[in-house]
């Protein structure tokens, strides 16, 4: 812990600027944890609730154990200002409830979210009844954010019939794995009007019960919507291209046994321009879904494409790259996912002497079967000067593949480059760690590996000798 205030503030001021992280929350708590209160801890607070309002999203923001504790054993802990989110149990829902409802807390809170906790039955009504009345203060009106992942269907059924004029702030709500019973589709179908962001994933959704939920509210002020590994099948994809949406940026179908039939219809929607992001990784689309989107002259807004394990026969796989790659003219894409696509060297290849590789500044072939061939491919492509991301983790890329793309000449905005999980020693261990192009964290990481410090320790002894 530092000495004196001036040390303390210099400590808090590099972890409030890091990168926002779980970790990052832990040790900005920590710091103020130790920090006396009889020392200027006001100036610490006042520092870190400008600093990390600006930055830090709230959903990391929630409360130390340590100050929770004292919370709810009646004694004051100034360090909750700082918090915005709570995560909560049925028990230390339960034991902090009163607390709670008569603080200043909930004022400043924008997230709440539920931990998984085994609920005994004898005290399931406790729990609905101790929900029910926290979502009902008054002192919510700034909740943004409600996360009911894991709760009991019966339980977030009765959350989201609740009137909705309780919750007038609400934009995000997430029943990931909520396992969505008709009365609990019900209660979405009429619930909170000015949803910007839903999570349903994992809920075993199909075509029938889509097609209750698209007549909802909400539709027209969707902005992010997250279907991912749900049933929704051709059927279901095809509803949500028949329905205009006025807002809709970001559509999640990620492993819903989407086939050609699905795809194509999102790729002639004429109601999916606005759409920026779109992710089909883990469907059956095959060669035919894949062109389909690859060319659209609709859905012309994308600038994120997420295709990641899409074609599944290795015979086929650099046939249908091929005739991806011809196909596209998305013209405003960035991002493109193709990883765990078994592309190969081959198929690598392909991808590298595209034109439309210009445009992109975020390229993912990991998982892809690429070894150094396809790597030098890449490294030698006149199309990646744009690019500022490229991940070729979990390939088969060894020091020579490693080599030729930390020493590429063609890249200009490189900051990304990511080779983890590949069979790289320690030549090409040391290229990576000292190439501009490699991502920050994994420049280090490479550094620190012994076989890698030992190769650049020795070469710093010739260089200096």
Wanted: hydrophobic letters at 40%.
């Amino acid at each position: 812990m530092p000495d004196n205030v001036q040390e303390r503030l210099v400590a808090l001021r590099d972890l409030v600027h890091r990168a926002p992280s779980p970790s990052g929350w832990k040790a900005i708590c920590d710091l103020l944890t130790r920090w006396p209160a009889e020392d200027d801890l006001a100036v610490g607070l006042d520092y870190a609730e400008a600093n990390l309002d600006d930055r830090w999203p709230d959903e990391l923001r929630e409360p130390d154990p340590r100050w929770w504790k004292r919370f709810t054993t009646s004694r004051e802990e100034p360090r909750l200002r700082l918090v915005r989110a709570l995560l909560l149990s049925p028990r230390h829902l339960h034991d902090g409830l009163d607390r709670l409802l008569g603080a200043e807390l909930l004022h400043r809170i924008h997230h709440i979210g539920w931990r998984r906790s085994r609920v005994a039955p004898t005290s399931a009504q406790q729990t609905r009844e101790d929900l029910l009345t926290l979502l009902r203060s008054p002192k919510l009106a700034n909740l943004g954010s409600l996360s009911m992942g894991g709760l009991n269907p019966s339980l977030a059924t009765m959350l989201l019939i609740t009137d909705d004029h309780h919750l007038p702030g609400l934009h995000t709500l997430n029943l990931r794995g909520c396992g969505l019973t008709p009365p609990l589709t019900m209660a979405l179908a009429r619930g909170p009007r000015r949803l910007r962001h839903l999570d349903l994933t994992f809920n075993e959704l199909e075509a029938a019960d889509l097609r209750m939920l698209l007549r909802a509210p909400w539709r027209d002020s969707l902005v992010i919507l997250d279907l991912a590994s749900n049933a929704l099948g051709d059927g279901g994809v095809q509803q949500l291209g028949e329905l205009p949406w006025a807002h809709l940026a970001e559509l999640r179908l990620e492993s819903n046994n989407v086939r050609v039939t699905g795809a194509e219809a999102l790729a002639r929607s004429p109601h999916l321009g606005g759409l920026k992001s779109l992710n089909l990784s883990r469907n059956n689309l095959f060669v035919r879904g894949s062109v389909a989107l690859a060319r659209s002259t609709t859905l012309t807004g994308l600038t994120g494409l997420a295709l990641a394990d899409i074609w599944s026969r290795p015979d086929q796989v650099v046939g249908y790259a091929r005739q991806f790659c011809d196909a596209m003219s998305l013209p405003r894409l960035k991002r493109l996912n193709l990883g765990q696509n078994p592309l190969g060297d081959e198929g690598a290849a392909v991808v590298a002497r595209s034109p439309w590789l210009e445009r992109l500044e975020v390229l993912q072939l990991a998982y892809s079967g690429l070894g150094d061939e396809g790597a030098r491919a890449l490294a030698r492509s006149p199309h990646v000067g744009g690019l500022k991301r490229l991940d070729l983790r979990h390939n088969a890329i060894t020091d020579e593949g490693a080599e030729a793309l930390a020493t590429s000449e063609a890249f200009e905005r490189m900051q990304g480059l990511r080779l983890r999980s590949n069979p790289i020693r320690a030549a090409g261990g040391g290229a990576l760690a000292r190439s501009r192009w490699v991502d920050p964290q994994e420049r280090v990481a490479w550094s620190r590996l012994p076989w890698v410090a030992r190769r650049l320790k020795a070469e710093e002894g010739g260089d200096s000798g």
